[in-house]
């Protein structure tokens, strides 16, 4: 296997990337523990019972964005250990390192993100 040298760029948002996992992967546990306690208990009074249905739902919702960005997350990484990171996924151009500084799992260059 060829080894492709790390731009700057990679290595510096590896380490953004790789901090990044670790927060959304505590976020997600603390929201997964959070759910739990909430069905473990079914409260008796109706307000208080849908007061919990809307924070579940809230929670759900919360979870799947944090899931979203987690791939997203993953990834930049894997762009990384391939050699493809910081090339635009739709007109291969460059994404530009103030772009990626910015947000490290950007996956498109300005132009192609404007249009997308
Ligand atoms: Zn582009």
Do not use: N
Request: with cysteine.
């Amino acid at each position: 296997m060829v080894r492709i040298p790390e731009t700057r760029s990679a290595k510096l948002s590896r380490k953004a990337l790789l901090t990044r996992k670790e927060q959304i992967g505590a976020l997600l546990a603390r929201l997964r523990r959070s759910e739990d306690e909430l069905q473990a208990v079914r409260r008796p009074d109706q307000l208080d019972h849908a007061a919990d249905l809307e924070a579940y739902d809230v929670l759900q919702a919360l979870q799947s964005a944090e899931a979203i960005d987690l791939a997203e997350v993953e990834a930049a990484l894997q762009r990384i250990s391939m050699g493809t990171y910081g090339e635009c996924e739709r007109c291969s151009g460059v994404v530009g390192e103030q772009r990626l500084w910015a947000v490290p799992q950007a996956r498109f260059c300005m132009g192609c993100a404007a249009v997308r």
